[in-house]
């Protein structure tokens, strides 16, 4: 078993940042992916950024995330984050880490993975 949990989230201003964390405890977490996806208020849920075990990593299309979400794992400490730079509205949502031992299809598909966070809430005001 791997229990996730997230931290991080708050209110942020339009254009500000916000580093998420994700603390993985249980068995051996170097060997994951870890993916972050969120969910706005009635919104599916949506991938936004993974890293594989040995550190390649993968972001949602180029419109939504990339360029100013890096996702980073740290397997000392046993955490991934997720540092969002430029925020917008429209990254308001739960924020869940993910974790599997091995994601043998797309990062970007939710059911590949076993393990999920309870989520924390970013909110950024316009």
């Known amino acids: 078993q791997v229990q996730l949990v997230e931290s991080g989230g708050g209110l942020v201003q339009t254009g500000g940042s916000v580093r998420l964390s994700c603390a993985a405890s249980g068995r051996t977490f170097s060997s994951y992916d870890i993916a972050w996806f969120r969910q706005a208020r009635g919104k599916e849920r949506e991938f936004v950024a993974g890293i594989r075990s040995g550190g390649w990593r993968y972001y949602a299309s180029a419109d939504s995330v990339k360029g100013r979400f890096t996702i980073s794992r740290d397997n000392a400490k046993n955490t991934v984050y997720l540092v969002m730079n430029s925020l917008k509205p429209e990254d308001t949502a739960v924020y869940y880490c993910?974790?599997?031992?091995?994601?043998?299809?797309?990062?970007?598909?939710?059911?590949?993975?076993?393990?999920w966070g309870q989520g924390t809430q970013v909110t950024v005001s316009s």
């Open positions: 993910a974790a599997d031992p091995r994601v043998s299809g797309s990062l970007q598909v939710a059911d590949e993975y076993d393990y």
